[in-house]
């Protein structure tokens, strides 16, 4: 049984940071691409940042620059750093894993708000 359990997120004030992990199971993590995904309340599901099984990393244009995408294969993780959070950063966060041919997973979301 896949599964994928986010965990990390919560309120924040702008300009804070936070670090949302993803741990995942029943899955040969290592030959996964991993991303994360971000929905905001009326918007689409869209894509924030992935990172491919060889550490190739891409990045939404809004988040450049301020969030950080890695991974630890050893402990089947993979981590968003995010820095100088914005109000617009706001929305549930969701792990991804695709194995780039069949199999797509998600997880459950994970709630991040920015406000003062």
């Known amino acids: 049984q896949v599964q994928l359990v986010e965990s990390g997120g919560g309120l924040v004030q702008p300009g804070g940071s936070l670090r949302l992990s993803c741990a995942a199971s029943?899955?040969?993590?290592?030959?996964?691409?991993m991303g994360w995904y971000r929905q905001a309340p009326g918007k689409q599901r869209e894509l924030v940042a992935g990172i491919t099984s060889g550490g190739i990393t891409n990045y939404a244009n809004s988040v450049k620059g301020r969030f950080t995408i890695s991974r630890d294969n050893a402990k089947n993780t993979v981590y968003l750093q995010m820095n100088s959070l914005k109000p617009e950063d706001t929305a549930v966060y969701y792990c991804?894993?695709?194995?780039?041919?069949?199999?797509?997973?998600w997880g459950q979301g994970t709630q991040v708000t920015v406000s003062s």
């Open positions: 991804n894993a695709n194995d780039g041919k069949r199999y797509t997973y």
């Open positions: 029943g899955i040969i993590f290592s030959i996964y691409t």
